[in-house]
């Protein structure tokens, strides 16, 4: 069975730093791009971060940039989200997702993602 299984979350202080992971199971994500999202209440799903198959790429949207940073260590079969300097707003569930791509990955298309976790709760609260 394939899964995406992500952990890490929880309860964090405003400017401090959570590192979420994600695993995968069934499967080897060494053929797949690998993104971030994240979906807070009422809101509609967005991308926080995405890598391409060897890790090469990166990408993320101007919200996060230069306090996320995805990673992946695929001998593990792992891909990992470094959260920093996070804000109340950051607070969402966040999920990672696959995609069967080479060469480029997905920040926005969310809808296109092969696989999906079930996601892991992050509040950024005092």
């Known amino acids: 069975q394939l899964q995406l299984v992500e952990s890490g979350g929880g309860l964090v202080q405003p400017g401090g730093s959570l590192r979420l992971s994600c695993a995968a199971s069934?499967?080897?994500?060494?053929?797949?791009?690998i993104g971030w999202f994240r979906q807070a209440p009422g809101k509609e799903r967005e991308g926080v971060a995405c890598?391409?198959?060897?890790?090469?790429?990166?990408s993320y949207p101007d919200s996060v940039k230069g306090r996320f940073t995805i990673s992946r260590d695929n001998a593990k079969n792992m891909v990992y989200l470094q959260m920093n300097s996070l804000k109340p707003e950051d607070t969402a569930v966040y999920y990672c997702?696959?995609?069967?791509?080479?060469?480029?990955?997905?920040?926005?298309?969310?809808?296109?993602?092969?696989?999906w976790g079930k996601g892991t709760l992050v509040t950024v609260s005092s």
């Open positions: 890598i391409t198959t060897t890790g090469g790429v990166t």
């Open positions: 069934g499967f080897t994500l060494d053929n797949y791009a």
């Open positions: 997702a696959a995609r069967g791509i080479r060469n480029s990955c997905i920040i926005k298309a969310y809808y296109v993602m092969d696989y």
